[in-house]
């Protein structure tokens, strides 16, 4: 009955990162032993000072109904939080708090855009990003990069992609997949080009910015002359490792924050009782008390980055951030492994499933047909057998 289905839902994409992840599970399910870095999740438990914090919420009974845009006491908290590491100054009525950064991403592509308008992506780029313009019926317009270049655009690139009907951009920096990380004057020389066309939006997605390995992130919103444009979308799902807490937030220019609370109204209301009052004391805390987790990432990616390293064909770069690899694979196009033909990616992503039980993402999905996303979220001990199967299945 697809027929009677709306062409929306039609027009849209399944997230190849979930889809991959299903594949595994069903293959895990069959008995199989599968190795999964498909998806971007921490391997790490909620810091136990945020879930006391929700169980003493529990015992305080807050179960009513929450204000749309977030408790009062947690837009403050992440105004604070703003200033505190970001050097953003945001008022309350600037925040609204919604269930996951992903919310908070199509709250603002569905206040902001309308049929026919575009939206830049530098790629590689998250794989929701062209979904959820899909779902505004906006046009979204890759920009390319290399792993040569880093995984990031220069300013011309940026230039020579704006057309009259470009609306919003979106940045994302730490970035997934490719762990890259802007500079200041990387930022600012993009947004000199920006400055030139006064009718287009910023989204800056800045999920991963505690997990960074000494490159500090820079927020597009500190660009003085980019602040009332620019939309900063946050969370704690990744640094906190509250993936399904499904707490995410933006800092926008109020009339932007007010839009989207109407959205978010007559969609999901208030964000989870609960999750809220922790998220208080998350974006309360400072980001040292989670270092221990960002010293081991970055000392998985180190391990990674070694093995891969030693298997002829893989092409990397050092990621500054997040916890995931993106190699350039192009080498195997046109070879023949195993019985299988590799004509791109998504070939090779399947061929590290069904032979070396490992599954990973193909870069078709972030708009880089080159690479393929393997994600370090997982122990030292998983890591190293799945490139060890990797390694045996190419060789």
């Known amino acids: 009955m697809s027929e009677a289905l709306s062409n929306r839902i039609n027009s849209l994409p399944v997230s190849q990162t979930l889809a991959m992840a299903a594949k595994a599970r069903e293959l895990k399910g069959q008995g199989k032993d599968i190795i999964s870095l498909s998806l971007g999740e921490p391997d790490f438990n909620t810091p136990d000072f945020i879930k006391d914090a929700a169980v003493e919420a529990i015992d305080q009974n807050f179960n009513s109904y929450t204000p749309v845009d977030g408790y009062i006491e947690l837009k403050e908290a992440i105004c604070t939080k703003f200033k505190r590491d970001n050097n953003l100054d945001y008022k309350p009525n600037q925040i609204v708090v919604s269930t996951g950064a992903k919310q908070s991403i199509a709250n603002v592509a569905q206040v902001l855009l309308n049929p026919g308008d575009e939206v830049l992506l530098p790629a590689p780029y998250w794989v929701s990003y062209s979904a959820i313009a899909t779902l505004c019926e906006a046009k979204f317009v890759e920009i390319p990069s290399s792993i040569d270049a880093d995984f990031k655009i220069a300013p011309k690139q940026l230039e020579d992609a704006i057309t009259p009907k470009t609306k919003m951009v979106f940045f994302n920096s730490p970035n997934n997949p490719s762990g890259s990380i802007y500079s ?5 020389a993009l947004a000199e080009v920006l400055e030139k066309h006064p009718q287009i939006y910023i989204l800056s997605d800045e999920i991963y910015e505690h997990i960074n390995y000494g490159v500090k992130p820079f927020s597009f919103a500190a660009i003085e002359s980019m602040y009332d444009r620019t939309i900063t979308v946050n969370g704690l799902a990744k640094a906190f490792a509250m993936t399904g807490w499904r707490i995410g937030y933006i800092g926008a220019p109020d009339w932007i924050a007010k839009a989207c609370t109407k959205m978010q109204g007559q969609i999901t209301s208030g964000t989870n009782c609960i999750a809220q009052r922790a998220a208080i004391t998350a974006v309360s805390a400072s980001p040292d008390q989670v270092q221990y987790m960002v010293n081991e990432f970055k000392s998985r990616r180190d391990i990674v980055l070694g093995l891969l390293g030693k298997i002829e064909g893989f092409k990397l770069n050092v990621p500054e951030g997040a916890f995931y690899i993106f190699p350039d694979i192009s080498a195997f196009f046109g070879k023949t492994i195993r019985g299988k033909k590799i004509e791109n990616a998504n070939d090779f992503s399947m061929l590290l499933l069904e032979e070396a039980n ?27 057998e799945a490139v060890k199967r990797i390694k045996e299945v190419l060789s």
């Open 184 to 188: 200041e004057a990387e930022y600012r």
């Open 358 to 384: 490992v599954a990973t993402v193909t870069g078709e999905a972030f708009g880089a047909p080159n690479c393929i996303r393997m994600s370090y979220a997982a122990s030292e001990l998983q890591l190293r």
